[in-house]
């Protein structure tokens, strides 16, 4: 199994739990600010944004913000790029791992996207008590983490060989069982040992489906290899 270098990550130390709980609220609020550009003049929108500026300066996490991040939070409503606007909204996939991480969110389902009601709500969106998470955040068991980063790079690179060559076969020797079971969680597998999307295999599934569940998968797999680190 190989992923293509732009996947590639270099040997970094592990993110300790505050950074990852601050990480967290950050990527909620992209999430959020992403989801709201489609009708600038809406004086719920208008609301909404004012709200999300004051609970991130509350939070007092400005230096880890990136730049585009800083960008994009604090742009007029209506002059995101659209592409832009876009990508971010499945920046709620890799939150998910995080949010997981935390111990604040289930193990994302394969082939569905997330609800990102549901995800921002268990960080505590725009609550001011959101600081608490980073005060008392704690990380799931190293061998945990581990076993999840393995399991999606194993579903990643199925699914961009899938992309590829439009075949279905057998991944079931790709699996350790070991992950299913420190993760707590069911196999991805179909019938015939192929990766389900949904409720068939990636063989029976339409493209749409079949490369959203990729870019998901690709926005949870880097989350994934973060919080590991080396």
């Known amino acids: 199994m190989s992923l293509p270098d732009d996947d590639s990550c270099d040997c970094v130390a592990p993110p300790d739990a505050q950074r990852v709980a601050r990480r967290a609220l950050i990527l909620s609020a992209i999430v959020c600010r992403s989801n709201s550009d489609h009708d600038p003049t809406n004086p719920d929108a208008i609301a909404l944004w004012d709200r999300l500026k004051t609970w991130i300066e509350l939070l007092d996490v400005a230096s880890e913000i990136e730049t585009a ?14 592409r832009k606007g876009i990508r971010a909204t499945w920046h709620a996939e890799g939150l998910a791992i995080l949010a997981w991480a935390l111990g ?13 009601y549901e995800l921002t709500d268990s960080l505590m969106f725009l609550a001011e008590e959101a600081a608490e998470i980073i005060s008392s955040a704690e990380l799931r068991p190293r061998v945990e983490l581990k076993a999840c980063r393995e399991l999606l790079y194993a579903i990643h690179c199925r699914l961009r060989e899938f992309q590829r060559s439009k075949e279905g076969r057998s991944i079931a020797h790709w699996i350790e069982p070991t992950w299913l079971e420190t993760l707590g969680i069911e196999s991805p597998l179909g019938p015939t040992g192929d990766l389900r999307a949904g409720d068939v295999e990636i063989g029976a599934a339409d493209e749409k489906a079949v490369n959203e569940y ?3 998968v690709c926005e949870r797999h880097r989350a994934a290899i973060w919080l590991v680190g080396c």
């Open 104 to 116: 604040r969110f289930p193990f994302p389902k394969y082939g569905q996207k997330v609800d990102p």
């Open 214 to 216: 990729e870019w998901a």
């Open 69 to 82: 991040e800083k960008e994009m939070l604090f742009a007029p409503l209506g002059s995101l790029d659209k």
